[in-house]
């Protein structure tokens, strides 16, 4: 589809640095698909909520417990 858009030069610049483009199209079209994929990681992983995760000393603790727990 074509269209025709204004961006700063500035910016495409910088999409043109940052992406090592040849063409302000691919530099377009990469940072396009990079925002897209980072926006459906971001999705993904809000969906799967939050983790109460141990820290070292809650893990130490459970394995002096269950090597506690073995030897009975």
């Known amino acids: 589809m074509k269209t025709t858009i204004d961006i700063p030069d500035q ?3 910088d999409a ?3 992406t090592k ?3 302000k199209k691919d ?4 940072a396009l698909e ?7 990681v971001a999705a ?3 969906s799967f909520g939050t983790w109460d995760i141990a820290n070292n000393e809650e893990i130490e603790a459970a394995d002096v417990a269950e090597s506690k727990r073995i030897r009975k």
């Open 34 to 40: 990079d925002f897209i994929r980072r926006k459906r």
């Open 21 to 23: 483009a040849k063409t």
């Open 44 to 46: 993904l992983t809000s």
């Open 27 to 30: 530099a377009i079209l990469t």
């Open 16 to 18: 043109l640095r940052f």
């Open 11 to 13: 910016l495409l610049s």
